[in-house]
């Protein structure tokens, strides 16, 4: 590797990377095991004498890490990631996804920038935050699936929220170009399956038609997302400054010739308010049922539209008027305004009320997609804040 190439490398830089060769080797897409990733990060944290707890999900297969430095009997700074990466398809890939890769200023693997880029700058920096007399202490916490619904974060924002003396804030270290996200939008992704009658379609009047009622159902959700376009609620902080709600996934019908009886699909509510995501889907379901089903159930009683929660996740408030936050301003960077892609944030503040930030090196355009690449740059400007942040941790 050629950090040192790179113009003011921080001293950890090298270490950052050669962390994130190693974080990369383990394939930690959502749908395999993170355990051998959590022992590599528990041996570390353990070894530079941090109280390191693991937690396992019901599986077994999967654990969350929480490591603290410093006094436990003071709030304290949560520095959080996720350990599980999307999948990739080494067929589109210009090198192996999972064989970190330098080409020129970049760093190429999945996950360097979402979000092992984090981690890497985290345990780089971790030995001066154990020599350093912390006088607060920092809770490190990597997390199992996030990618699939922030489904290991919860028991984390639990378990520090059940601490004699929680932490007082949490930074998220999302990829957002080391930029301060005081925002980012809910999600409830939901199932719905309309079970109707069939029979030959040359008799369809006689039938419950599940492809048009399903289509019936879209359309009344997207007017609920023209409505929430039109009337708000808004916030301008945010790209797309109100919820949102489309159809994003359909299934039904079985040949030309039959009414189908079965539809399913799915739809995505965007929410940018903590506490009304729930509230809307019940208003919107109580809606489509009292438009629609009477005139299912004449035709057929056994008629439904059945819901189904596939996933949830709560939105991030804003936690800068928060007194830890407004302490800590002075060394934060400029901010980014709030984002619409999901992080474990608003888990933290609604599982475990420690009010939440994103702020991590790496761009979100980057994510997701092939040839995922992290700038050595940003990994050097991570380090550098954690600088400030360990100097403001021991007054
Ligand atoms: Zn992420």
Same mark, same amino acid.
């Given at each position: 590797?050629?950090?040192?190439?790179?113009?003011?490398?921080?001293?950890?830089?090298?270490?950052?990377?050669?962390?994130?060769?190693? $974080?990369?080797?383990?394939?930690?897409?959502?749908?395999?095991?993170?355990?051998? $990733?959590?022992?590599?990060?528990?041996?570390?944290?353990?070894?530079?004498?941090?109280?390191?707890?693991?937690?396992?999900?019901?599986?077994?297969?999967?654990?969350?890490?929480?490591? *603290?430095?410093?006094?436990?009997?003071?709030?304290?700074?949560?520095?959080?990631?996720?350990?599980? #990466?999307?999948?990739?398809?080494?067929?589109?890939?210009?090198?192996?996804?999972?064989?970190?890769?330098?080409?020129?200023? *970049?760093?190429?693997?999945?996950?360097?920038?979402?979000?092992?880029?984090?981690?890497?700058? #985290?345990?780089?920096?971790?030995?001066?935050?154990?020599?350093?007399?912390?006088?607060?202490?920092?809770?490190?916490?990597?997390?199992?699936?996030?990618?699939?619904?922030?489904?290991?974060?919860?028991?984390?924002?639990?378990?520090?929220?059940?601490?004699?003396?929680?932490?007082?804030?949490?930074?998220?270290?999302?990829?957002?170009?080391?930029?301060?996200?005081?925002?980012?939008?809910?999600?409830i992704a939901m199932r719905v399956t309309v079970?109707?009658?069939?029979?030959?379609?040359?008799?369809?009047?006689?039938?419950?038609?599940?492809?048009?009622?399903a289509?019936?159902i879209?359309?009344?959700?997207?007017?609920?997302?023209?409505?929430?376009?039109?009337?708000?609620?808004?916030?301008?902080?945010?790209?797309?400054?109100?919820?949102?709600?489309?159809t994003t996934i359909i299934e039904?019908?079985?040949?030309?010739?039959?009414?189908?009886?079965t539809c399913s699909f799915i739809f995505e $509510? *965007?929410?940018?308010?903590?506490?009304?995501?729930?509230?809307?889907?019940?208003?919107?379901?109580?809606?489509?049922?009292?438009?629609?089903?009477?005139?299912?159930? *004449?035709?057929?009683?056994?008629?439904?539209i059945e819901w189904q929660e596939l996933f949830a996740?709560?939105?991030?408030?804003?936690?800068?008027?928060?007194?830890?936050?407004?302490?800590?301003?002075?060394?934060?960077?400029?901010?980014?305004?709030?984002?619409?892609?999901?992080?474990?944030?608003?888990?933290?503040? #609604?599982?475990?009320?420690?009010?939440?930030?994103? $702020?991590?090196?790496?761009?979100?355009?980057?994510?997701?997609?092939?040839?995922?690449?992290?700038?050595?740059?940003?990994?050097?400007?991570?380090?550098?804040?954690?600088?400030?942040?360990?100097?403001?941790?021991?007054?």
């Amino acid at each position: 590797m050629q950090a040192s190439a790179t113009p003011n490398a921080h001293p950890q830089l090298e270490a950052s990377i050669s962390h994130l060769a190693d $974080l990369i080797a383990f394939d930690t897409t959502s749908a395999y095991s993170n355990l051998e $990733l959590i022992d590599y990060m528990e041996e570390f944290f353990t070894n530079l004498g941090a109280d390191v707890t693991v937690l396992p999900d019901k599986s077994g297969e999967k654990a969350n890490l929480v490591a *603290r430095l410093g006094p436990a009997d003071l709030p304290g700074i949560v520095l959080s990631g996720h350990t599980d #990466v999307v999948p990739a398809n080494p067929k589109s890939w210009q090198s192996d996804p999972f064989k970190m890769e330098q080409r020129g200023s *970049r760093l190429f693997g999945r996950g360097t920038c979402d979000m092992k880029g984090f981690a890497a700058c #985290v345990m780089a920096a971790a030995p001066a935050f154990a020599n350093a007399e912390l006088q607060r202490p920092f809770y490190f916490c990597f997390s199992h699936d996030e990618e699939v619904g922030c489904l290991g974060a919860p028991a984390i924002a639990r378990y520090l929220s059940e601490l004699k003396v929680p932490p007082a804030l949490a930074i998220i270290g999302e990829p957002s170009e080391m930029k301060l996200i005081n925002g980012q939008k809910g999600k409830i992704a939901m199932r719905v399956t309309v079970l109707g009658e069939g029979g030959h379609s040359s008799f369809s009047p006689q039938h419950v038609n599940a492809v048009e009622y399903a289509s019936r159902i879209i359309t009344m959700i997207a007017e609920r997302s023209r409505r929430y376009e039109q009337d708000g609620p808004f916030d301008h902080d945010f790209t797309v400054p109100h919820a949102t709600t489309l159809t994003t996934i359909i299934e039904g019908g079985v040949a030309t010739n039959v009414t189908p009886d079965t539809c399913s699909f799915i739809f995505e $509510l *965007r929410s940018i308010d903590q506490n009304a995501a729930a509230a809307d889907i019940k208003a919107l379901i109580h809606d489509i049922e009292a438009t629609l089903l009477p005139e299912m159930q *004449r035709l057929s009683v056994d008629s439904a539209i059945e819901w189904q929660e596939l996933f949830a996740y709560p939105a991030m408030g804003d936690a800068t008027a928060n007194e830890m936050f407004k302490q800590l301003e002075p060394i934060l960077p400029e901010r980014g305004g709030k984002v619409s892609y999901g992080s474990e944030g608003g888990v933290f503040e #609604v599982d475990g009320g420690i009010p939440s930030v994103i $702020l991590g090196p790496g761009s979100i355009r980057q994510a997701h997609k092939p040839d995922e690449f992290i700038e050595i740059e940003q990994l050097n400007q991570c380090l550098a804040f954690f600088d400030k942040l360990n100097a403001w941790m021991k007054y």
